[in-house]
């Protein structure tokens, strides 16, 4: 049975960071790619970053303010363990992030692609 497992998540200010991880288990790690997505309320859950298998490669969103300069999504193959490092957060990233599990080592950014998924921690960026 597979099991992801985020934390990490919390109340911040504007401008803080945060590191999220996310822990997998009953998958084979070394082979799924990894990604992160969002929900803030009201919503629909949307993608954030994503991570090859091997870890080589890296894809983020292309929001209008890009999370590409403050976020960075990484893994660590010993402890079957995703994160996403959050620089600079503003009260616009306040949502629920999901750890999602992929069955292929590509990446994808739709979330219909991801048949695994944690339960999600809250990030809330005070203004």
């Known amino acids: 049975q597979v099991q992801l497992v985020e934390s990490g998540g919390g109340l911040v200010q504007t401008g803080d960071s945060l590191r999220l991880s996310c822990a997998a288990s009953?998958?084979?790690?070394?082979?799924?790619?990894m990604g992160w997505f969002r929900q803030a309320p009201g919503k629909e859950r949307e993608f954030v970053a994503a991570i090859t298998a091997s870890g080589g490669r890296t894809y983020y969103a292309n929001y209008a303010d890009s999370v590409k300069e403050r976020f960075t999504i990484s893994r660590d193959g010993y402890k079957n363990t995703m994160y996403l490092q959050m620089n600079n957060l503003r009260p616009e990233d306040t949502a629920v992030y999901y750890c999602a599990g992929s069955s292929s080592p590509i990446v994808a950014t739709r979330r219909g692609l991801y048949p695994y998924w944690g339960q999600g921690t809250q990030v809330t960026v005070s203004s």
């Open positions: 009953g998958l084979t790690f070394s082979s799924s790619a």
